[in-house]
């Protein structure tokens, strides 16, 4: 006999996620899965020495890895994933990475008292 425990009763009867604007996915993880992979496609062309890279690529693969995460339910994942991609995106559009064209006016990067300038 099949017998439903309470956290696979309440996905499979589940109508809301009781978020606004956030809709039930009928099938989440395959789709978290997706999101990952492209991210880490899109940051694999990102220049291996960015530092965003790195710390991004870690993060998502980590993610990958267990996919039980603590951001709330599975379709709050999925949201935040899709902005990762999104960021990871805008990255590569912008080349972040790449040096300024101008340089920043004096004091542009001092703040709480850190007077430190950026490497150039």
């Known amino acids: 006999m099949f ?3 309470r956290p696979l009763l309440q996905q499979v009867l589940k109508k809301t996620t009781g978020i606004t604007g956030l809709a039930v996915h009928p099938n989440p993880l395959p789709e978290l899965a997706r999101t990952y ?3 880490l496609s899109v940051l694999s062309t990102i220049p291996h020495a960015s530092v965003y890279r790195q710390s991004a690529e870690a993060l998502t693969k980590h993610k990958l890895d267990i996919r039980q995460l603590d ?4 379709e709050e994942s999925l949201d935040i994933a ?3 991609l999104k960021v ?3 990255i590569l559009e912008w080349k972040a990475w790449e040096p300024l064209e101008e340089r920043p006016p004096p004091g542009q990067w ?3 008292g850190n007077t430190s300038s950026p490497v150039s």
């Not at 951001?71 to 599975?74: A, R, T, V």
């Open 3 to 5: 017998r439903l425990t």
């Open 37 to 39: 992979e492209s991210t």
């Open 71 to 74: 951001e709330g339910q599975i």
């Open 82 to 84: 899709k902005d990762e």
């Open 88 to 90: 990871a995106e805008n």
């Open 110 to 112: 001092e703040y709480f």
